[in-house]
RNA sequence: GGGCUCGUGGUCUAGUCGGCUAUGACGUUGCCCUUACAAGGCAAAGGUCCCCGGUUCAAGUCCGGGCGGGCCCACCA
């Protein structure tokens, strides 16, 4: 019956957003998902959670703006595009109409998904960021950056991936852990051997200095000599810096422009010359001389055997290092080069400190995730590249002059958004006709970085913008803290000024069965199509809902397999309850037992704790203990206890059958809305034909205080208490549950007889025991019973 | 190397402000059809709470040190 619901909420709009409720709004800020044609675990554990924040907000009386987006451009695409519908890039716009075709139906797919598993958000605020809308807004803000002097074009080493042959942000690049060779080479220095060690002897050609430790004794006396470098018999200069390490390799180091991000510091501080010796591609340039035209790798193998033959090289050794590599967004994994090129940029390096007290004003959940942020901010050293090569992205609005002259799409007054790639405009400075269009597209994280604004109508609704701007709620993973938020967190600073979001609630990875992070190599990823063919959707949530806050969280079958029980249990109480409900009125004057107080009091416990931790973004404790409660406390105890008076009126009197018709309604009432967050289908099928109305839609329960009867759960944990005995008793006899005892013998303190006062019927029926006796005693501690 | 985080029966897990016999699930074993449910119920076995030290009347919990995972960052050219 889940797809009747969820067909019944998507037909009737049940959760659309209402802008006239007069309701506070509660706005959540979804992440997009990358628009690969399917959702994996992680995404049904991460939307699970935020659909358990959109139902539980909506019930707590909020107008909940649950808006879902999706984040359609990327380098994934474009290879699809290219290898299965064979389409060129260089044929630019059907390549990319065939990139936006095949990512309107991955989204059909994706949002199926997203049905599958209840998802209550409102698909008529959908954004894609491949929408002119959205990419007229993007382009917006590009200009704002452009006007206040954000937004620059310059020439810089950036980290260039030669196989996608694009400019990488630092957010997209990490280390690889890589066996590789440590090469010990001989240069001639003033009549002496000064011996280098590197691993990257093809970088020769890019060689502009030598450095070792001042205090080096060994080398000391090198100090502004010049070496001779083999092969290319070209000099170059002997520095003392103190950044060298004496102890790795031969404490010899040569720069080479650029090698790694210390080449770039000390070709700036030395004011040495730049040579270019790997271009876009990832092949040596002309510098090379005769190793012009090789790849990175067989330039290297080459200079290394062509050293070892002129006797250059001292030694080899095996090193195991971490090489920075083109990690993610990508299973690319290619070695990162850093080439000088002209490419655009967003200063963020003067606006940490703004980042990070904009971030501390976020409630984060869990608290310790914003250290993630702060250690971020404050080791970034570089501006953000934003302007990538490739095709299926949002075009940066401006043209370029040959002589250097930069036009924006507002300087020539063109309305946005525009896609300037080819076209070629009349400069503004020099008036020749030289002005190309920028050709790169914009990093996606240009996309994705403003989803705060971009839901709450920034500059296209004023009202809605000042109800839904902060966003509540940001949901999202640790692993794009570094991108996503902090990216966000500034952007909507700098065009804002304000913090756009309140809560950042950070979930973590979905791990395989095993425990081990999911991936190909150790065959154990889970498609959500596997789980969710053998479960339903409630049964998966309950799974998703166990995780907790900011922690790795294994797929469990098990976990599966005991969600789904609980499900067939909680129908067969439901069926229970609505067969003694029948003939049930509500509205009479009710004398309430001591057991009927005793679950309600538990239930008022349940409701405090829930709510508790709801509002803190806890799932997993408010769901165990709502399915302990059902399970145990009502199903195992209290509907045993009572149905003598359900079933026996004659004996039990009328008044007693309807106070517990009268309690089972009310807690059946309850638990149903406790769990609508949590399972929202089978809430409402069950609500729906006892009660009416719409589960999900009504009022969270609050605490009623005069429920909340100490004295009740001590009368009622003493029944459970005895009850328990009782049924030990009986299958240590390998009695029936059922079957009829002669005799039970109280013998009780003061204390426990006067709890038993209103308590012997229940007992008495529960334990089917013929003859009760409750003896007063000052000889026992509590009570001891005998039992024929 | 730095930061964060975790370590609880065979496996996974709860444990707030230190407080009685350490929670629950899966699995295992025995018994039982209880006028909702055998996809159930009742019960049993199973623990040096990673180790060492400290604070305290009292430590799984707090502090210090160590060991071992995980994640992130930085790197060694």
Not at 401 to 408: A, D, K, L, P, V
Request: hydrophobic share 35%; proline share 4%.
């Amino acid at each position: 019956m889940e797809q009747k619901w969820q067909e019944s909420w998507q037909d009737n709009k049940v959760y659309s957003f209402n802008p006239e409720s007069g309701r506070e709004v509660y706005s959540i800020d979804t992440p997009p998902p990358f628009t690969s044609g399917t959702l994996h675990m992680g995404h049904i554990y991460n939307h699970t959670w935020i659909d358990i924040a959109a139902r539980y907000k909506r019930m707590r009386g909020f107008e909940v703006y649950f808006p879902q987006g999706f984040d359609c451009h990327g380098l994934p695409t474009e290879l699809k595009v290219e290898k299965e519908l064979d389409v060129k890039k260089e044929d630019r716009e059907l390549f990319i109409s065939k990139c936006a075709g095949w990512t309107e139906k991955a989204i059909k797919r994706m949002k199926k998904q997203f049905n599958d598993i209840g998802y209550s958000a409102d698909w008529s605020l959908t954004y894609r960021t491949m929408d002119e809308d959205y990419k007229k807004l993007i382009q917006e803000t590009l200009l704002e950056f452009y006007r206040k002097g954000i937004l620059y074009r310059a020439k810089h080493p950036v980290l260039w991936c030669p196989r996608c042959g694009t400019a990488l942000a630092k957010a997209e690049v990490g280390h690889i852990e890589k066996e590789g060779r440590l090469y010990h080479i001989d240069l001639e220095c003033s009549g002496h051997k000064l011996t280098i060690a590197t691993t990257r002897p093809e970088m020769m050609p890019a060689c502009v200095g030598v450095l070792v430790h001042p205090g080096d004794e060994r080398y000391q006396k090198f100090i502004g000599k010049k070496a001779m470098l083999p092969v290319y018999e070209r000099e170059v200069p002997v520095l003392g810096d103190e950044a060298v390490d004496v102890d790795f390799g031969t404490g010899v180091v040569y720069i080479c422009t650029f090698g790694d991000e210390q080449d770039i510091a000390w070709q700036k501080k030395y004011n040495l010359p730049v040579i270019e010796a790997i271009d876009s591609r990832g092949c040596m340039t002309a510098v090379a001389g005769k190793y012009a035209g090789l790849s990175i790798e067989e330039a290297r193998r080459k200079i290394s055997e062509d050293l070892v033959e002129d006797g250059h090289i001292r030694k080899i050794e095996k090193l195991r290092h971490s090489v920075l590599s083109h990690t993610e967004r990508s299973n690319c994994k290619t070695p990162i080069e850093l080439l000088p090129m002209q490419q655009w940029f967003i200063n963020v390096k003067d606006y940490l400190k703004d980042v990070v007290d904009a971030s501390s004003e976020v409630s984060w959940y869990p608290p310790f995730m914003l250290q993630r942020m702060v250690d971020w901010t404050e080791a970034m050293d570089w501006d953000w590249i934003i302007s990538r090569q490739r095709v299926f992205g949002t075009p940066i609005p401006f043209w370029v002059c040959e002589c250097g002259q930069i036009m924006s799409a507002e300087d020539l007054g063109l309305e946005l958004p525009v896609d300037p790639r080819g076209d070629v405009r009349e400069c503004s400075e020099c008036k020749n006709t030289k002005a190309c269009g920028v050709g790169d597209v914009c990093d996606c994280w240009i996309d994705s970085s403003v989803t705060p604004l971009v839901i709450a109508k920034w500059q296209r609704d004023d009202e809605l913008f000042k109800r839904a701007y902060p966003a509540s709620l940001r949901p999202q993973g640790y692993e794009i803290i570094r991108t996503w938020a902090f990216y966000t967190i500034y952007r909507c600073m700098i065009l804002t000024g304000e913090t756009c979001f309140k809560d950042l609630l950070v979930n973590g990875m979905v791990a395989g069965p095993d425990g081990r992070k999911m991936s190909k190599s150790l065959g154990n990823i889970i498609e959500p199509e596997e789980p969710l063919k053998k479960y339903c959707a409630d049964t998966i949530r309950q799974w998703a809902a166990g995780g907790t806050l900011g922690d790795d969280y294994p797929f469990s079958w098990e976990e599966c397999d005991h969600s789904q029980r609980f499900l067939i249990k909680l129908w067969n109480i439901s069926r229970f309850i609505e067969m003694h409900l029948k003939d049930y009125r509500k509205g009479d004057a009710v004398e309430l037992r001591d057991v009927d107080y005793w679950i309600l009091a538990r239930l008022q416990n349940l409701i405090g704790d829930c709510t508790r931790n709801l509002d803190s973004y806890v799932y997993n404790i408010p769901l165990t203990d709502i399915r302990s409660f059902i399970w145990h406390d009502l199903a195992d105890n209290y509907l045993e206890m009572v149905k003598h008076r359900l079933y026996k009126e004659e004996i039990y009197g009328k008044d007693s059958r309807y106070a517990a018709q009268y309690t089972l309604n009310r807690v059946l009432e309850t638990i149903l809305l406790l769990l609508s967050p949590f399972t929202p289908h089978i809430s409402e099928e069950i609500w729906s034909s006892l009660f009416g109305g719409t589960c999900s839609l009504s009022n969270w329960p609050e605490v009623d205080e005069d429920l909340r009867r100490e004295d009740a759960l001590g009368n009622g944990d003493l029944l459970v208490e005895l009850v328990s005995e009782i049924r030990r008793y009986k299958s240590d006899n390998k009695l029936s549950l059922g079957a009829e005892l002669e005799l039970l013998e109280v013998q009780a303190d003061n204390k426990v007889a006067s709890k038993l006062k209103g308590l012997e019927e229940d007992l008495k029926a529960t334990g089917r025991i013929k003859d009760l006796r409750i003896k007063v005693s000052d000889k026992v501690d509590g009570f001891e019973l005998e039992i024929r």
